[in-house]
């Protein structure tokens, strides 16, 4: 559950719990997490965002086959749980969904990237903002609406390949109109957080020199705003929520949730069904809001004891606040990041580069982003294996909850073989992008949980 923040690119790929790698929504959803199977939540932004590209961890990544050898992995104190735990069919199956989804997703990941550069380091998007006029504002629009429709444009094609690889293994439930209409959705959210964004920087640096001083107070406080307001106003766009009905499975999540101290407003159900065959569950919301959702897939697939161990998983992070301080990170995070890009975005080769006279023109929005891009793909790795030791804490804190690790197993059984995700992934991927730990280290961990007498 860790998550980047989009600045100045405008888009936080969906890393963070789950969010994994959703691939590129809009803005990240902070509190969605997977308690997913694989690497990394299938959820990625799912709940919130269009599902990107690939949806397992496992599938997020990529690299090549050599590095897929199982046998390198035992290092990670992995190796012992899974060879018996999956048949040898369940791994070849996964692995063909990697071998398939992975190159398309690493296109999607590094075509965005390579259009922020070759625009932002040339005269190119100077250019393409020009465009739109001689004015200031309509520069900024200019700027706000090439970056967050031209990127997205490029990325669609992998989107598009991702989810036909991934119904192929049976992953998705939503027809092409849907799909569409999530791009949409994202875009709705995505450009005009932009435009704000953009007008705040250019204003600031229009007005004075330590514009990036209070830019980087902007970007820290709209982190804390986003991750408030996420669970509240984005989710809903995407997903449909009804309170699950009453009976023993929701009187039996909300004794849980009392047995670990936390005080719950509601459990409710998402229409996740509609989109996926992804199982996840999430807690979100602060205090007086605060609620546990739970996928419609969940219910209808696992024994109640296994819902009972996903959200107990859940409870972890709630009882870790690893949402307030993961916010707290990112705002810190986000603040570091433009000192930094400011830095970049005023040197003058850069800006020759560019062929902008100076960072207050607008025009220099795209070097921005990409200065931007640059800094979120070398940030990711940092941020995934902070979240994996964040997800290792949870799946300790749920196995200490609820006394149950053979129900761990099951269910991490069951939330890999839905996600179609490997046991065991290349260690590369794995160190890269995976936001979760590997499902063999997850069942290791469960297995060598001490019972009680
Ligand atoms: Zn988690």
Same mark, same amino acid.
């Given at each position: 559950?860790?998550?980047?923040?989009?600045?100045?690119?405008?888009?936080?790929?969906?890393?963070?719990?789950?969010? +994994?790698?959703?691939?590129?929504?809009?803005?990240?959803?902070?509190?969605?997490?997977?308690?997913?199977?694989?690497?990394?939540?299938?959820?990625?932004?799912?709940?919130?965002?269009?599902?990107?590209?690939?949806?397992?961890?496992s599938?997020?990544?990529?690299?090549?086959?050599?590095?897929a050898?199982?046998?390198d992995? /035992?290092?990670?104190?992995?190796?012992?749980?899974?060879?018996?735990?999956?048949?040898?069919?369940?791994?070849?199956?996964?692995?063909?969904?990697?071998?398939?989804?992975?190159?398309?997703?690493?296109?999607?990941?590094?075509?965005?990237?390579?259009?922020?550069?070759?625009?932002?380091?040339?005269?190119?998007?100077?250019?393409?903002?020009?465009?739109?006029?001689?004015?200031?504002?309509?520069?900024?629009?200019g700027?706000a609406?090439?970056?967050?429709?031209?990127?997205?444009?490029?990325?669609?094609?992998?989107?598009?390949?991702?989810?036909?690889?991934?119904?192929?293994f049976?992953?998705?439930?939503?027809?092409?109109?849907?799909?569409?209409?999530?791009?949409?959705?994202?875009?709705?959210?995505?450009?005009?957080?932009?435009?704000?964004?953009?007008?705040?920087v250019?204003?600031?640096?229009?007005?004075?020199?330590?514009?990036?001083?209070?830019?980087?107070?902007?970007a820290?406080?709209?982190t804390?705003?986003?991750?408030?307001?996420?669970?509240?106003?984005?989710?809903?766009?995407?997903?449909?929520?009804?309170?699950?009905?009453?009976?023993?499975?929701?009187?039996?999540?909300?004794?849980?949730?009392?047995?670990?101290?936390?005080?719950?407003?509601?459990?409710?159900?998402?229409?996740?069904?509609?989109?996926?065959?992804?199982?996840?569950?999430?807690? /979100?919301?602060?205090?007086?809001?605060?609620?546990?959702?739970?996928?419609?897939?969940?219910?209808?697939?696992?024994?109640?004891?296994?819902?009972?161990?996903?959200?107990?998983?859940?409870?972890?992070?709630?009882?870790?606040?690893?949402?307030?301080?993961?916010?707290?990170?990112g705002?810190?995070?986000?603040?570091?990041?433009?000192?930094?890009?400011?830095?970049?975005?005023?040197?003058?080769?850069?800006?020759?580069?560019?062929?902008?006279?100076?960072?207050?023109?607008?025009?220099?929005?795209?070097?921005?982003?990409?200065?931007?891009?640059? +800094?979120?793909?070398?940030?990711?790795?940092?941020?995934?294996?902070?979240?994996?030791?964040?997800?290792?804490?949870?799946?300790?804190?749920?196995?200490?909850?609820?006394?149950?690790?053979?129900?761990?197993?099951?269910?991490?059984?069951?939330?890999?073989?839905?996600?179609?995700?490997?046991?065991?992934?290349?260690?590369?991927?794995?160190?890269?992008?995976?936001?979760?730990?590997?499902?063999?280290?997850?069942?290791?961990?469960?297995?060598?949980?001490?019972?009680?007498?």
């Amino acid at each position: 559950m860790t998550r980047e923040d989009g600045e100045g690119a405008g888009r936080g790929d969906g890393r963070g719990d789950g969010q +994994g790698d959703g691939g590129a929504d809009a803005a990240d959803v902070p509190a969605a997490d997977s308690a997913g199977g694989s690497t990394d939540g299938s959820a990625g932004g799912s709940v919130v965002g269009p599902a990107g590209v690939p949806v397992d961890g496992s599938a997020g990544a990529s690299a090549d086959d050599r590095a897929a050898d199982p046998a390198d992995d /035992s290092a990670a104190g992995s190796a012992e749980g899974s060879p018996a735990d999956f048949t040898a069919e369940e791994v070849a199956r996964a692995r063909a969904l990697r071998r398939a989804a992975v190159p398309v997703a690493l296109g999607g990941r590094a075509a965005s990237p390579a259009l922020l550069l070759a625009l932002g380091l040339t005269h190119g998007g100077a250019w393409l903002v020009g465009a739109f006029g001689n004015g200031w504002a309509v520069r900024v629009v200019g700027a706000a609406v090439t970056l967050a429709v031209l990127p997205l444009l490029l990325g669609l094609p992998f989107a598009a390949r991702g989810r036909v690889v991934r119904a192929r293994f049976g992953l998705v439930t939503q027809g092409w109109a849907g799909w569409a209409a999530d791009q949409a959705r994202g875009l709705a959210i995505s450009l005009p957080l932009l435009t704000g964004a953009l007008f705040g920087v250019y204003a600031l640096a229009g007005t004075t020199r330590r514009w990036w001083a209070w830019a980087a107070l902007g970007a820290a406080a709209v982190t804390v705003v986003l991750s408030f307001l996420a669970p509240l106003v984005f989710e809903p766009v995407f997903n449909r929520f009804t309170p699950m009905a009453p009976g023993p499975p929701r009187d039996a999540l909300l004794a849980l949730a009392a047995r670990d101290g936390v005080a719950v407003r509601d459990v409710l159900v998402a229409d996740a069904s509609r989109r996926t065959t992804a199982l996840n569950a999430y807690v /979100s919301g602060f205090g007086r809001t605060r609620r546990i959702v739970v996928y419609d897939t969940l219910l209808t697939t696992a024994e109640p004891r296994e819902v009972e161990l996903v959200v107990a998983h859940e409870l972890g992070h709630v009882v870790h606040r690893d949402v307030p301080r993961g916010t707290a990170l990112g705002a810190l995070g986000s603040a570091a990041g433009v000192c930094v890009l400011a830095a970049l975005v005023t040197w003058q080769p850069l800006l020759d580069l560019a062929g902008v006279p100076r960072f207050a023109d607008p025009r220099s929005a795209w070097l921005l982003a990409a200065a931007a891009a640059l +800094g979120g793909a070398v940030a990711g790795p940092f941020g995934a294996a902070l979240s994996r030791r964040v997800e290792t804490r949870a799946d300790r804190h749920a196995l200490a909850l609820t006394s149950a690790p053979a129900s761990f197993i099951a269910m991490q059984r069951r939330l890999t073989l839905a996600n179609v995700a490997e046991p065991d992934p290349p260690r590369l991927l794995h160190l890269l992008w995976g936001t979760h730990p590997t499902p063999a280290a997850r069942i290791a961990l469960a297995r060598a949980w001490p019972t009680k007498p």
